[in-house]
Every structure is written in C-alpha cells, then in structure tokens.
C-alpha cells in the first residue's frame, strides 16, 4: 500500500523517532503520539491506515485504548509488547488487535508484520464486479466486497477477521487447519500464533452466530481444525 499513513503511539521518545525514521524510509507516512490522550487527538481529526500501539504505557495502557477504538474504527492495530508477556498478547487480541510484536524486536521485523497486515487490508473493489454472498443464517458475507451483513446493518471487521472470512469463504465446508490459517494470514508460525487465531475466531464467531458458544456456521472440527458451513 503506497503512501500509507502510520500512527506510532509509544511513551518512549526514543522509540517513536527511531520507528518514525525507519517507517518513513520505508515509504510511509508516520504520525506519532505519547500517550492514549494525544493519539485520540490526531484520531479524531486524521485517518490512518495502521495503528503501533505500545501497551505499557502510563496512564491509560494499550489494551484499554485498543479496545475503546474498536468500538469505532476497525482500522488495523499492532500491538508492541514486552517478551514474554503472554497475558498482555491474548488480552490484546481479544481486545481487537490485528497482530503483536514483542519488545525488543527488528525494525525488519516490524516492516514485516506492517507489510503483511496492510496486504489484509480488502482493496475497493470496481463496482460493476457482481457480488459472490455466502448466507450464514441471519448473516451474509460478499466475498468480493469483504463486507458482512446481518439484515441491514453492516458488521464491523477488523482486517484480520475479513481475511479470516475471505480464507473460509474459498474453501466453503473444507476443514482447515491453524497452521495453515497461520500461513495464510502472513505471519510467522509457532504455537502463540495458533493461539493467536483461536482468540481471532472467537471474536469473529460472537459477530456472526446466534449462539458463539455453539457456533453452528463457524465450526471447531475436531483434530482438523475450524470450517465454514454457509447454509
């Protein structure tokens, strides 16, 4: 994505420069913030293609800030947390967080994870292309505008959820498995992003089934993974 605009939102001032540099060398458009409070400043009067979002800040953390977003924008976000801290991943994820990186890391590494979740990101599709929709009960998703419907009210999906849905969507009824939901997603494997995906489908299932703990559309195949069953 060309020109994408970045908001850095970091405490250390270190950090934001050094990855405002490194971005901007990159091709992008950096915008930074210090805290919750200043990021919800340039929030509220910019539109920003992906959000890096450090959770140990002081005062209001990431987790709260990341949470309070997706309740009105789905833009992607990053999150930045220190090593180890599994606690911090999941409740980041379940928050609504695209991804994590944890500190320190590579300003490659960083690149990559920016990179991969912008490629989620649907592009507009020409309007003369005809929509492919998959029922699912009171839902329906058109595969080629990546949106969802429940009636007539549009579901809101972060980028990861939609390309989670357009990875089901190709493969209507076919188990699959979360290493290979892993590698479709762009990320780098192991056992914390397979957990990574559960935490997504979770979130995915409470927008989409009537009952998220009996998911009837969105199911757990035992030894095989997750599948799609449109009606």
């Given at each position: 994505?060309?020109?994408?605009?970045?908001?850095?939102?970091?405490?250390?001032?270190?950090?934001?420069?050094?990855?405002?540099?490194?971005?901007?060398?990159?091709?992008?458009?950096?915008?930074?913030?210090?805290?919750?409070?200043?990021?919800?400043?340039?929030?509220?009067?910019?539109?920003?293609?992906?959000?890096?979002?450090?959770?140990?800040?002081?005062?209001?953390?990431?987790?709260?800030?990341?949470?309070?977003?997706?309740?009105?924008i789905v833009t992607?976000?990053?999150?930045?947390?220190?090593?180890?801290e599994t606690g911090?991943?999941?409740?980041?994820?379940?928050?609504?967080?695209?991804?994590?990186?944890?500190?320190?890391?590579?300003?490659?590494?960083?690149?990559?994870?920016?990179?991969?979740?912008?490629?989620?990101?649907?592009?507009?599709?020409?309007?003369?292309?005809?929509?492919?929709?998959?029922?699912?009960?009171?839902?329906?998703?058109?595969?080629?505008?990546?949106?969802?419907?429940?009636?007539?009210?549009?579901?809101?999906?972060?980028?990861?959820?939609?390309?989670?849905?357009?990875?089901?969507?190709?493969?209507?009824?076919?188990?699959?498995?979360?290493?290979?939901?892993?590698?479709?997603?762009?990320?780098?494997?192991?056992?914390?992003?397979?957990?990574?995906?559960?935490?997504?489908?979770?979130?995915?299932?409470?927008?989409?089934?009537?009952?998220?703990?009996?998911?009837?559309?969105?199911?757990?195949?035992?030894?095989?993974?997750?599948?799609?069953?449109?009606?």
């Amino acid at each position: 994505m060309d020109d994408a605009h970045i908001l850095i939102v970091d405490d250390d001032e270190r950090i934001r420069g050094l990855l405002q540099k490194f971005l901007a060398r990159n091709g992008f458009l950096v915008s930074s913030a210090r805290d919750a409070a200043h990021a919800r400043r340039l929030l509220a009067g910019l539109e920003f293609d992906l959000i890096v979002l450090d959770v140990m800040m002081p005062g209001e953390d990431g987790v709260s800030l990341c949470r309070d977003l997706r309740t009105r924008i789905v833009t992607p976000i990053l999150l930045l947390t220190a090593k180890g801290e599994t606690g911090d991943r999941i409740a980041g994820l379940e928050a609504g967080a695209d991804d994590y990186l944890g500190k320190p890391f590579e300003p490659k590494e960083l690149l990559l994870r920016i990179n991969a979740i912008l490629r989620r990101v649907p592009a507009a599709e020409p309007a003369v292309v005809l929509p492919k929709v998959l029922q699912l009960g009171p839902c329906r998703y058109d595969i080629e505008r990546g949106e969802m419907w429940r009636g007539e009210d549009l579901v809101r999906l972060t980028a990861t959820e939609n390309q989670l849905m357009r990875i089901f969507s190709g493969r209507p009824g076919e188990p699959l498995s979360r290493t290979t939901l892993v590698e479709e997603l762009g990320r780098s494997g192991g056992q914390a992003q397979e957990r990574a995906v559960d935490v997504q489908i979770t979130r995915l299932r409470r927008k989409l089934e009537n009952d998220p703990k009996q998911p009837r559309y969105l199911q757990t195949v035992r030894g095989a993974g997750y599948m799609l069953a449109p009606d």
